[in-house]
Every structure is written in C-alpha cells, then in structure tokens.
C-alpha cells in the first residue's frame, strides 16, 4: 500500500461549486497535515497547516483530518476559476524541519 | 513578501555531465530542503540541511549528489554525473525554525539527453 494515496482527478467544477479534496495514508504516525496549492510551472504554495484530528477553517477553505479513518480532506467553498491548480496533499510525523511525505496530486479546473 | 528563488529555471545537459542547481532561500529561514517532481509523479524528498549540515536524506539522494551552502544566501544541488532518470523539476525549499512551514522556490526543470 502507498503510504499517501490521492485520486489524481482530474476534477472539472462550475464556478460556485464546493469542492472536496481527499486523501488517504497508511503510515499511522503521520501527525501534521498539510494541503499545497500548485499552479503550472510553479512551485507548491502552502495553504493549510493542521496538527491531529480536527477541522481547521481559513476563508473559503477547511481542512479536515480524521485520523482514525487515516483520511484528510480539503474543502473549497464558493470556488473560482482562480482556484483552478493542483492540490497536493503532504504530511509528516514530527512537524517541523521533518521531511514532507506527498500525494500525487489532484488537478481541479473551475469553469466560469 | 519574501519568497525562495532558483536559478536557472531550465537547464538541459548531456548524460554524464555535472550540473549545479542554485536557490536562495528566505533570508531568515535556518532550513533548507531540496525536493523533485518526475514528471507525472509524487513531490520526492531529497535532502535537509540545517547548520551547514545534513540533517536528513532520502534514498535517492545517493553519491552522485551533494548539497552546499558556499555563503550566507545561496543553497545548491549539485549532481555529479547525469542520469537519464535524473530528468525532473527540483524545487528548492527553506523554513524557519519556529512554525517549520516549507516554502518552496519555483523549481528548475532538468532535463538530461
């Protein structure tokens, strides 16, 4: 099993909709969660840090981690065309300088 | 805002060649990362650098690569024989010691012939 999975889409919205990023990892002790945003021919671009299980919010973006299911998500409300990038998903153990153990990716596309 | 920085962002060269790939981090970050994207693939871990040293490497960064921090702003990768599999975006990453948020540069895209 890989030790972080997530479904490459690619996922095409209308602008407005609510989007839902996901991912799922095996290693049990991955405890910082992080969600990258990657536009073409960029580097990745942190958006959301979170530390555990729970649910963490920042403008029209949530971040939810439920460890004992081994899934995080990443909710996008109110989406535009802005928003159109790959998403990465990455995570670590300890935090800190640790390295960043990443998902493959989702490209999502918001049409206006 | 401050940002990492890497020069050059394109390079081909030939296999068997060394290449050196340059990054400024941010000016007030202690940690320095190197990462690659295959194309198509996962971000990789390479290597972290903390106090002139490493402090942590992955498998594939093997012999043939080596990391320095020649003055008070620059971090390079340099690999010293290409391999055809080396062909990639690296991208260049610093953070602070407190939050230990990664920021990362915009890459350079490798390609070797």
């Known amino acids: 099993q890989k030790e972080v999975e997530q479904d490459p889409g690619p996922l095409s919205v209308p602008e407005g909709a609510i989007v839902s990023l996901n991912c799922t990892y095996s290693n049990s002790a991955f405890q910082y969660f992080m969600w990258y945003r990657q536009y073409s021919r960029k580097g990745p671009e942190l958006l959301m840090y979170?530390?555990?299980?729970g649910n963490k919010e920042d403008g029209r973006f949530t971040a939810q981690v439920d460890k004992s299911s081994k899934y995080i998500s990443l909710f996008i409300r109110d989406s535009q065309p802005s928003d159109s990038a790959t998403y990465l998903c990455?995570?670590?153990?300890?935090?800190?300088?640790?390295?960043?153990?990443f998902g493959k990716g989702t490209k999502l596309t918001v049409n206006p | 805002e401050p940002e990492v920085t890497q020069t050059p962002s394109h390079q081909v060269t030939q296999m068997g060649q060394e290449v050196i790939l340059r990054c400024v981090p941010i000016?007030?970050?202690?940690?320095f990362y190197w990462y690659r994207q295959i194309l198509g693939q996962k971000v990789e871990f390479l290597v972290s650098?903390?106090?002139?040293?490493?402090?942590?490497k992955s498998e594939i960064f093997d012999d043939q690569f080596s990391v320095e921090r020649p003055d008070g702003s620059n971090f390079t990768l340099k690999i010293r024989s290409t391999k055809l599999e080396d062909s990639a975006m690296y991208f260049c990453?610093?953070?602070?010691?407190?939050?230990?948020?990664?920021?990362f540069g915009p890459g350079t895209r490798l390609l070797v012939l």
């Open positions: 000016s007030n970050h202690l940690y």
């Open positions: 979170t530390y555990s299980s």
């Open positions: 990455a995570m670590s153990a300890r935090g800190g300088s640790e390295k960043l153990v």
């Open positions: 990453a610093s953070s602070d010691v407190a939050s230990g948020d990664k920021y």
């Open positions: 650098f903390y106090n002139n040293e490493i402090s942590e």
